[in-house]
T-cell receptor, first 111, second 113 residues
Framework: GESVGLHLPTLSVQEGDNSIINCAYS??????FIWYKQESGKGPQFIID?????DKRQGQRVTVLLNKTVKHLSLQIAATQPGDSAVYFC??????????FGTGTKLQVIP | KAGVTQTPRYLIKTRGQQVTLSCSPI?????VSWYQQTPGQGLQFLFE???????NKGNFPGRFSGRQFSNSRSEMNVSTLELGDSALYLC????????????FGEGSRLTVL
């Protein structure tokens, strides 16, 4: 049959507000959990990662939270700006194995 | 430091043809990974090379192949192209391939007619 295009969930946020993007991961044995940002026409760009033995890590305007109990990862962006509009992917990695990407969330910043 | 360079950026082929895509990683990076990105399937892992050896392989048919040279540059080849191979092919490099921090190129957009 005909394949259906992947429908990306969209998060619309007012400029200046905080954004929270959520992700459910699959492999409880993953060592690293990573967030990537992909702007239109560009390749994904690394934002921040967190090791499996941590539950929170902060970067510049971004915070990643890891809840291993429910296999949940979130990315918080403070004071969201128009330049933050992009598709955000969570990803996971175990040892020397491949980086596996989630399906992505589109962040739309409303000026 | 120069980023990851992929060539060509755009190409159009017809069914049955073959295509070779090239990737130059960041200087000093020994790991190169390839991904296929489509609206229908998202980012799908093709393979990873480290020091000229294939370290990981995704679930793609044998028509998809790759290699890495001694200078870490990598190529991927797709033979007997099908319409469904139309996609953005992304190359990413990393220094060791351990942490998951990948540096992506801008991709090669392949259209198969």
């Amino acid at each position: 049959g005909e394949s259906v295009g992947l429908h990306l969930p969209t998060l619309s946020v007012q400029e200046g507000d905080n954004s929270i993007i959520n992700c459910a991961y699959s492999n409880s044995a993953s060592d690293y959990f990573i967030w990537y940002k992909q702007e239109s026409g560009k390749g994904p760009q690394f934002i921040i990662d967190i090791r499996s033995n941590m539950d929170k890590r902060q970067g510049q305007r971004v915070t990643v939270l890891l809840n291993k109990t429910v296999k949940h990862l979130s990315l918080q962006i403070a004071a969201t700006q128009p330049g933050d509009s992009a598709v955000y992917f969570c990803a996971e990695k175990m040892g020397y194995q491949k980086v596996t990407f989630g399906t992505g969330t589109k962040l739309q910043v409303i000026p | 430091k120069a980023g990851v360079t992929q060539t060509p950026r755009y190409l159009i082929k017809t069914r049955g043809q073959q295509v070779t895509l090239s990737c130059s990683p960041i200087s000093g990076h020994r790991s190169v990974s390839w991904y296929q990105q489509t609206p229908g399937q998202g980012l799908q892992f093709l393979f990873e090379y480290f020091s000229e050896t294939q370290r990981n392989k995704g679930n793609f048919p044998g028509r998809f192949s790759g290699r890495q040279f001694s200078n870490s540059r990598s190529e991927m080849n797709v033979s007997t192209l099908e319409l469904g191979d139309s996609a953005l092919y992304l190359c990413a490099s990393s220094s060791t391939g351990v942490t998951g921090e990948l540096f992506f190129g801008e991709g090669s957009r392949l259209t198969v007619l």
